[in-house]
């Protein structure tokens, strides 16, 4: 009944949709010439052979699925769609050849339909928590094998499906089977009668480290002879607590350089005013001693992970959930986080037993937390040591979950 409920509110809400796609062109959040893709109409034909589907919500989840992708492209043809123009970005730069990359229909009947009719892919896979109803239930009358990987789910989340169990069965166990990311999750699902759950550990763990050009690195080395700290994947509300943070220190280290990774570098303007002006990478600007530098580039992340000796990173002070603080940790630098964590608890559970985490929750905290680390590079180093220490576990997880995907594609 739900499910029925809501297939018909989306198939009336299609012109609402498509009013509100135009809305984010304006806002630089989707491709014109793409658009058509959000209504299930593809801009390439379908590759012939076996297809596996891989659907990952953005850049996060796209970096975590990667190794996964590139294990499943050697055996056929990849498609791998995500919902952000920054991913279809990070896709274009990363993907192996065998793969290529599509805007996922919105969760509309028809949309759905024309999507999968299309590409008619031999098994779907899902990313952590990308639960859409038309597009599960339309892969289940196609007979095509679905799977979830780095599945998450919350306490609130599950307390919200128990009170829907029938369509949790239907959704949820329609899964040939979940791989969840952590403890926590495996037992939320089970609590909602998922039987094949995988305790395999989390993919953001296992991911190779962010990649980096060597002659960029070596030239902004060069030009950061002093101290230096990185704000990463900052959101809204963040920068103004970084540029506050970085004055306060400029007293104690007047060349300081704060280097400022917004989150989404379409802001990169808005983040240099809030900077006073700050010189910006998308401009071919270099930093300056005392100032911000706004790296408003996509996919250089892993090189100023790599001129920092330690990281904040952002969606964790103003903003919700956090993001990924694995990539700098297995890169041997520590994290500084504000208290927003619940999308990476285990993770910073692992972090914080290494005594490689410092949280804060404002300006004047993140201030001593840079200040601490600055002041002493042999601490940072050494809890850079433990951070990189703490996710060493690997467990070939690429590999088990491509082979396992594998074994359920007829």
Known sequence: MILSVYAGATRLAAPVLRRMLLRRVARGKEIE???????????????????????????GETVSALPVIRLLAAAGTVLLTTGTVTSARLAAERLPENAVHQFVPLDVPGWVARF???????AAVFLESEIWPNLLTACDARGIRRFLINGRISAAST?????????????????????????????????????????????????????????????LRAALPGP????????????????????????????????????????????????????RRALGQMPAPGQV?????LGELGLFFRLSPFAFVGNSLAGFGGHNIVEPAILGRPVICGPHLENFEESAARLRAAEALREVADAPSLAAAVQGWLADPHAAQAAGTRAAAAFMDTERLPERLSHAILQGVP
Request: proline residues 9%; charged residues 20%; glycine residues 6%.
């Open 293 to 297: 530098y706004v790296a408003d580039t």
């Open 159 to 219: 307390a919200n499906w128990r009170r829907a169990p029938a369509t949790a069965r239907k959704l949820l166990g329609g899964f040939i089977a979940i791989h969840a990311q952590s403890a926590g999750d495996a037992a939320n699902f089970r609590a909602l009668g998922v039987a094949n759950v995988l305790e395999w550990g989390n993919l953001k763990f296992h991911a190779a480290p962010l990649p980096c050009d060597e002659a960029a690195l070596a030239a």
């Open 228 to 279: 230096v700290w990185l704000a990463a994947s900052t959101h809204p509300g963040e920068e103004e607590l970084v540029f506050a943070a970085h004055r306060a220190l400029l007293a104690e280290f007047p060349a300081l350089v704060t280097l400022l990774v917004p989150r989404h570098p379409e802001r990169g303007a808005e983040v240099a005013a809030i900077c006073s002006a700050a010189p």
């Open 33 to 59: 010439a793409r658009l058509p893709e959000r209504e299930g109409i593809a801009s390439l034909p379908r590759p012939p052979g076996r297809l596996i589907w891989v659907h990952a919500a953005s850049v």
């Open 116 to 122: 999968l009719d299309h590409w008619r892919p031999d």
